[in-house]
């Protein structure tokens, strides 16, 4: 069992950066693929990104590509989120959610999929 805890949340003006980080607990985080959710309000949670536990496979959602980028680093048992040129529509909780168990080039976008989240932190921007 793995569990995990965002943070990096905040406030930003429109154009502006933030990173997010999800800390996993437990020692088998190098086995997990990982995943950010959204959900804003009155919406569906929505994909964001996605990493196989390797690292060496990555998904984006349409709406952030080009603009977002996950990575993970084991060591730390953390999986980040970068957001550059932040848009209104990006504001959101954000969610890291993990699922353990799958070949090493695996990507899940399906939050059905994942097992375990966190409690998620809020991303809003500023026009």
């Known amino acids: 069992q793995v569990q995990l805890v965002e943070s990096g949340g905040g406030l930003v003006q429109a154009g502006g950066s933030l990173r997010l980080s999800c800390a996993a607990s437990?020692?088998?985080?190098?086995?997990?693929?990982m995943g950010w959710f959204r959900q804003a309000p009155g919406k569906e949670r929505e994909f964001v990104a996605a990493?196989?536990?390797?690292?060496?496979?990555?998904r984006y959602g349409d709406s952030v590509k080009g603009r977002f980028t996950i990575s993970r680093d084991n060591a730390k048992s953390t999986v980040y989120l970068q957001m550059n040129s932040l848009k209104p529509e990006d504001t959101a909780v954000y969610y890291c959610?993990?699922?353990?168990?799958?070949?090493?080039?695996?990507?899940?976008?399906?939050?059905?999929?994942?097992?375990?989240w966190g409690q998620g932190t809020q991303v809003t921007v500023s026009s």
């Open positions: 959610a993990a699922k353990q168990g799958l070949r090493r080039w695996v990507v899940l976008v399906r939050q059905d999929d994942y097992d375990y």
């Open positions: 437990g020692r088998t985080f190098s086995s997990y693929a």
């Open positions: 990493i196989s536990w390797s690292g060496d496979s990555t």
